[in-house]
């Protein structure tokens, strides 16, 4: 296969995962624009809620997220009993879990007026965050779906449903933030309303798709009848636990630094929400390349074309550096401007801040990128306890404690938090780099230069 070929098939999978993803990212955006645009208190209460949700959320998504490069590598060897087996106890597992996340979210709930926030920022943040709670309901079962077709290489039904249901979230948004077409003026609660409805018809959507592929009808229905193991889904726990605790772990340190920054004050709080969606839309992209990497590289291990790994891993590392690097230059160039856009002419303090956070931004932009891809890669050749490891000492080990210790001890205030973030992510990428290298070419030197 050429050089160019490498790229061409990643990026065919990537884009409509990326988009997908993006769809999310935009729609959030529209919240904290319409939000930012409404009150600062509502920007600073959605911040604190949604850092708090996605933790919980994302954890949840390492138990679905574990299941395509199963489904990769069984597709790759067309064992379809396999891929029935899959599908029946990787649903039985998420939904259990889901149950399990539901009841952390309730008990998140009640503690968060202890977690130092302004007391407005709680007050306005509960019947949102309870909203968001709930709407984890349709998502348990559309993320599972959405992971295993993914694990085919069927990329692009997600994509067209973000963009069906983001729109949506935005609509509603409209009419239920500041009250329009007769609708009451409701504020966050309204965005949390917009949030809920726009994910009910997710799942809806993607059970509609799966029966109509005869491919994916025959193996549910095929499901149906097999007979449920606990020892396969003990097996399913053991791949899809550690890229949970490695998405939790990395997200805990951006949603802890969002607590953090909040107990310097609602203004900073605020800021911080605009840059980190901002840096969010060149990650969510970045993700999508990782998730592709995962089922080319899980389909290549099943189909025992192992040559391949080392030029399929350059192109994801090319492709990372490349766009990430362009991101960078754009938030660096356009920090003035970029802020503006979240906010009131009379918020310039809070824009003044986002300014500085946005030149930490374009710093990380290149580790950010390559520790997701370099982590894609790995979960394709189902290595996940190793690459959890190296998340859990950069950012609980080291990027958390710096971000503190140069926050509060050296006065660096919201700056200094920031400092933290891109030391963990540098030295995630750093490590998650060898241990790449090192499992590929133990992978192809144990099965004899297998082609």
């Known amino acids: 296969m050429k050089k160019s070929s490498y790229y061409k098939d990643i990026l065919q999978l990537a884009y409509p995962i990326s988009l ?32 708090i949700f996605i933790t919980v959320l ?40 889901g ?50 077709i993914e694990g085919f290489g069927f990329t692009r039904p997600a994509m067209y449903f973000s963009f069906v249901s983001n729109g949506l979230n935005i609509f509603l948004n409209y009419l239920f933030i500041e009250g329009h077409w007769g609708c009451d003026e409701m504020g966050i609660t309204g965005a949390g309303y917009a949030t809920l409805l726009s994910r009910v018809i997710l799942p809806v959507m993607m059970v509609v798709y799966v029966f109509r592929k005869k491919m994916l009808r025959q193996i549910m229905l095929r499901a149906f009848v097999v007979k449920l193991s606990l020892t396969e889904c003990f ?5 899809s636990f550690p890229i949970s605790v490695q998405l939790t772990v990395e997200v805990f340190a951006f949603a802890s630094a969002a607590v953090a920054i909040g107990t310097i004050g609602a203004e900073e709080l605020a800021a911080h929400q605009i840059a980190i969606i901002l840096a969010a839309v060149s990650y969510i992209i970045m ?13 290549y291990v099943g189909n025992n074309k192992l040559k391949t790994l080392p030029k399929l891993a350059r192109a994801v590392s ?9 991101m960078g230059l754009i938030y660096f160039f356009f920090r003035f401007e970029l802020p503006h856009l979240f906010l009131s002419e009379t918020d310039v303090h809070i824009a003044d801040i986002a300014t500085k956070l946005l030149i930490i931004t374009a710093i990380f932009q290149l580790p950010d990128g390559l520790q997701s891809v370099y982590l894609g890669v790995l979960r394709g050749m189902k290595d996940v306890w190793y690459p959890t490891l190296i998340t859990i000492v950069a950012y609980w080990g080291f990027s958390i404690p710096l971000g503190r210790i140069l926050a509060f001890s050296y006065g660096y205030g919201e700056v200094g938090i920031w400092l933290g973030l891109v030391g963990g992510l540098t030295l995630s990428a750093t490590f998650l780099y060898f241990r790449m290298q090192y499992k590929i070419n133990r992978l192809i030197h144990r099965n004899g230069h297998s082609e």
């Open 287 to 299: 993700t999508g390349v990782g998730s592709s990497a995962t089922i080319i590289i899980g389909q």
């Open 58 to 97: 994302l954890f949840l998504m390492g138990f679905s997220i574990g299941i395509t490069p199963l489904v990769a590598q069984s597709a790759g060897k067309g064992n379809t009993s396999e891929l029935a087996k899959i599908f029946k106890n990787g649903f039985f597992t998420n939904v259990a879990f």
């Open 99 to 148: 149950g399990i996340a539901l009841g952390v979210l309730s008990g998140l709930y009640f503690l968060m007026p202890f977690m130092g926030q302004e007391k407005q920022v709680v007050t306005l943040s509960q019947p949102y965050f309870l909203l968001l709670s709930t709407s984890l309901i349709p998502l348990i079962f559309y993320i599972y779906l959405k992971q295993y």
């Open 318 to 326: 090319g492709i990372s550096l490349t766009f990430m690097g362009g």
């Open 20 to 51: 997908g993803q993006l769809g999310n990212v935009l729609a959030n955006m529209a919240d904290s624009l319409m939000l930012g645009n409404y009150d600062a208190d509502h920007l600073a209460a959605s911040a604190f809620s949604f850092n």
């Open 235 to 239: 097996e399913i726990i053991k791949l």
